[in-house]
Antibody, heavy 118, light 107 residues
Framework: QVHLQESGPGLVKPSETLSLTCTVS????????WSWIRQPPGKGLEWIGY???????NYNPSLKSRVTISVDTPKNQFSLKLSSVTAADTAVYYC????????????WGQGTLVTVSS | DIQMTQSPSTLSASVGDRVTITCRAS??????LNWFQQKPGKAPKVLIY???SLQSGVPSRFSGSGSGTDFTLAISSLQPEDFATYFC?????????FGQGTKVEVK
């Protein structure tokens, strides 16, 4: 069974870099696309971006200048870095999987709350 | 960006009711439309992909229809575990965008 688990600091100071890791178990990371999505408290979902099975990336233009998504295949992990954070970046961050043949996020992590505050 | 507009924002219903939620895209997205269910404190769960394909393991009381700009999620007979928030999402063009959500609550 596929399982995704986000990990990283729950509190980040303004202007610093948010860093999260998603550990994938139950399947190879090299055969899928991997996404990050976030949800501010009480609000809707925002797609942050994805990394493909070949390592190419696609980011939401609203965040593109601050976002980096990378993959560590031997560890079966992928990561999110979001620089120069502000309070507006406070959200639950989810990692999710997209199969190669379907444009759908079929497995999600449980999500992790990241609060930006001094 | 493609804007996704759901209606209604909140829907009050009873167990056994037939429920429909609509999602409208700001431009033609073909059939690149997915539906998710989210319960409080939980990750979204995909119900329908490609507008009308039922995700494996999802009960058959859920169905999706539509193409182009107008889409519908239907629940044929609402069950107690179906009280949740539902989101649509387009994957026709990046950035992928979501509807604002429809909360199905107890009448």
């Amino acid at each position: 069974q596929v399982h995704l688990q986000e990990s990283g600091p729950g509190l980040v100071k303004p202007s610093e870099t948010l860093s999260l890791t998603c550990t994938v178990s139950g399947g190879s990371i090299s055969s899928y696309y991997w996404s990050w999505i976030r949800q501010p408290p009480g609000k809707g979902l925002e797609w942050i971006g994805y990394i493909s099975n070949t390592g190419s990336t696609n980011y939401n233009p609203s965040l593109k200048s601050r976002v980096t998504i990378s993959v560590d295949t031997p560890k079966n992990q992928f990561s999110l870095k979001l620089s120069s954070v502000t309070a507006a970046d406070t959200a639950v961050y989810y990692c999710a999987r997209r199969p190669l043949e379907q444009l759908v996020l079929d497995y999600w992590g449980q999500g992790t709350l990241v609060t930006v505050s001094s | 960006d493609i804007q996704m507009t759901q209606s209604p924002s909140t829907l009050s219903a009873s167990v056994g009711d037939r429920v429909t939620i609509t999602c409208r895209a700001s431009q033609n997205i073909g059939s690149f439309l997915n539906w998710f269910q989210q319960k409080p404190g939980k990750a979204p769960k995909v119900l329908i992909y490609a507008a009308s394909s039922l995700q494996s393991g999802v009960p058959s009381r859920f169905s999706g229809s539509g193409s182009g700009t107008d889409f519908t999620l239907a629940i044929s007979s609402l069950q107690p575990e179906d009280f949740a928030t539902y989101f649509c999402q387009q994957t026709d063009k990046t950035p992928w965008t979501f509807g604002q959500g429809t909360k199905v609550e107890v009448k």
